[in-house]
């Protein structure tokens, strides 16, 4: 049976945050974590060793597949901050015109800095994304 990699940790986000290195990216972390914490209305939870969450969502793939995953969250990763939304709902393509300097991965979205976006843009992108998964996966 499979057994997901990434599930809810009881480490201390403020003791991940104060570990990383650079003074800049341990500040837009923080500033991070409070815009997607007053966004969603969730509290921050660690997900695996590296990635703070918001809220949850079950997901079920047709082969069978399931588990629980935040609904979004980032990580504050040394090269660039990875950002975590739902894919799949075409309004993130069209956020992401106006989001400001990022690039994409399958299914996150790299900053290097929160000065490089459009924070009022980062909050409808969260927005959108619980709303998209919360449609879609109405089991929580």
């Known amino acids: ?26 500040k837009d972390a923080y500033q991070l974590l409070n815009i997607f914490t007053e966004t969603t209305g969730h509290e921050a939870k660690m997900w695996g060793p590296s990635i703070i969450g918001f809220g949850t969502y079950h997901y079920k793939y047709d082969s069978g597949h399931e588990g629980d995953a935040p609904l979004v969250g980032f990580s504050p990763r040394k090269a660039k901050i990875s950002l ?12 992401l015109k106006d989001f400001g300097k990022y ?14 976006i459009d924070v009022d843009v980062l909050k ?7 709303e998209f ?5 109405p089991d929580h």
Request: neutral net charge; glycine residues 4%; contains cysteine.
């Open 103 to 116: 690039t994409t991965g399958k299914a996150c979205v790299y900053i290097n800095k929160v000065a490089d």
């Open 84 to 95: 975590y939304f739902a894919t799949g709902d075409s309004e993130r393509e069209d956020l």
């Open 1 to 26: 049976m499979y057994k997901p990699k990434t599930t809810v940790t009881d480490q201390s986000i403020v003791e991940f945050i104060e570990q990383i290195e650079s003074p800049q990216k341990r």
């Open 124 to 130: 409808a992108l969260i927005v959108q994304s619980v």
């Open 133 to 137: 998964l919360k449609k879609n996966y």
